[in-house]
């Protein structure tokens, strides 16, 4: 620790190798326009929090989250790139915002096989949202790192030490338009302040409500689907205090905005309102015009549904089949005999997940889907009923009153 300064130890979020930034493949990210930090390429599927403090956010889509430490620095942890687009599938984060953690706390997975066979890169970006605002720098520590090892070092200089003026990265990233293009037929534009004027002067930098066809956001971009992108400023829309860059990809229009991204969603829909324009949180698939093409859509959708219920609870499952097996061992050398409590606390422990199996997988697939957990979670809850289970046999003793 230098005089006048505090360091804190990062650890890194997953196994794998720590690269520069600058190296990753996202130009955003690449550019640090959302601040300093360091790139994660992982070889392993485990999720650990990279420092000690409060959860500050979640994605809808679980493949980002925010921290703020104890130290007052917020970090952005944005697993793999464009896997916004993977509506969650391969993603299962324990935490909830809010919540408290400490450093190499285990609090989820990514499955990197789902990912990587979607076509998109699990390279993981580690990224300090308000040290440069705060006059402190991170430092990377490249190569090889197992789960919550060291990976980066962020050195805060104290309050006194610190530079007055915030970053011009950090302060567009917060700081709503201040700045207004020319013209525009809205009436309420005249009045509009914060983000609802920033709103509009993205609006209309894009072309105008006319031109835009659907509206989404991530964790740090609005994206836009756009009818006609060459009616597009791109200078003008990236010079607007409160956006920190335009990227166009995958036939979207996407405006980097950072941390106020919700905000500024929020107001881009309130500009566009009642135009027939398509919004949402997470990416529009595109529809698939040829027989080919929808067989290919209908499979990865199903397997998209199956492996985001079934992901949650593979964890569980491969528990239980480890405690089945320990008891098999342990019955087979007579420590404990079929007959006892202690069989029987062990086997119902063992057991209960796969007895149990359709509720929790009627939970987990509700919530892939977007239906009612508790509705489906009964549905699964009636298929073990005993009496119904019994009716498949009708030998059983509980058939009893069923002919």
Request: glycine letters at 12%.
């Amino acid at each position: 620790m230098t005089q006048g300064s505090t360091t804190s130890t990062i650890v890194a979020p997953l196994a794998g190798r720590v690269v520069d930034l600058a190296d990753v493949p996202d130009r955003m990210f690449a550019s640090k326009v959302m601040g300093d930090g360091f790139g994660l390429v992982p070889d392993g599927d485990e999720v650990a929090a990279p420092a000690s403090g409060t959860i500050a956010m979640v994605a809808h889509t679980g493949h980002a989250f925010g921290l703020m430490t104890d130290d007052g620095v917020e970090i952005l942890v944005h697993m793999g790139i464009d896997t916004v687009e993977l509506n969650g599938a391969p993603f299962a984060l324990t935490i909830a915002q809010g919540d408290t953690v400490r450093a190499g706390q285990p609090i989820g997975t990514m499955n990197r096989a789902l990912v990587e066979s979607s076509g998109k890169s699990t390279t993981t970006m580690v990224i300090f949202t308000n040290l440069a605002a705060r006059g402190g720098h991170v430092t990377a520590q490249f190569g090889e790192v197992g789960l919550a090892g060291p990976a980066a070092t962020a050195t805060i200089p104290d309050p006194a030490a610190a530079p007055s003026q915030p970053a011009a990265a950090a302060t567009a990233a917060v700081e709503p338009s201040a700045k207004a293009p020319a013209a525009d037929v809205d009436p309420q534009r005249a009045s509009a302040t914060g983000f609802d004027a920033l709103a509009y002067d993205i609006v209309d930098g894009i072309g105008g409500r006319g031109n835009v066809k659907s509206v989404l956001r991530c964790i740090t971009r609005v994206r836009f689907y756009l009818k006609d992108e060459s009616l597009a400023n791109d200078d003008l829309v990236a010079d607007l205090d409160g956006v920190i860059d335009v990227i166009k990809a995958g036939g979207q229009y996407q405006v980097v905005i950072g941390p106020a991204v919700e905000d500024v969603y929020d107001a881009v829909n309130r500009v566009i309102g009642d135009t027939g324009a398509a919004s949402g949180e997470v990416e529009l698939v595109e529809r698939p015009t040829t027989l080919k093409g929808w067989v290919q859509f209908g499979f990865s959708s199903l397997i998209g549904v199956i492996t985001g219920s079934m992901i949650p609870v593979i964890g569980l499952l491969a528990a239980s089949g480890i405690l089945k097996g320990i008891l098999a061992l342990l019955t087979q050398f007579d420590v404990i005999q079929p007959d006892s409590n202690t069989f029987t606390i062990i086997d119902a422990m063992s057991s209960s997940m796969f007895y149990f199996l359709p509720i929790i997988i009627g939970f987990t697939a509700a919530r892939r889907l977007g239906s009612d957990p508790i509705v489906v979670a009964i549905i699964g809850g009636v298929l073990v009923f005993p009496s119904l289970v019994a009716m498949s046999n009708p030998g059983d003793p509980d058939y009893a009153g069923y002919s």
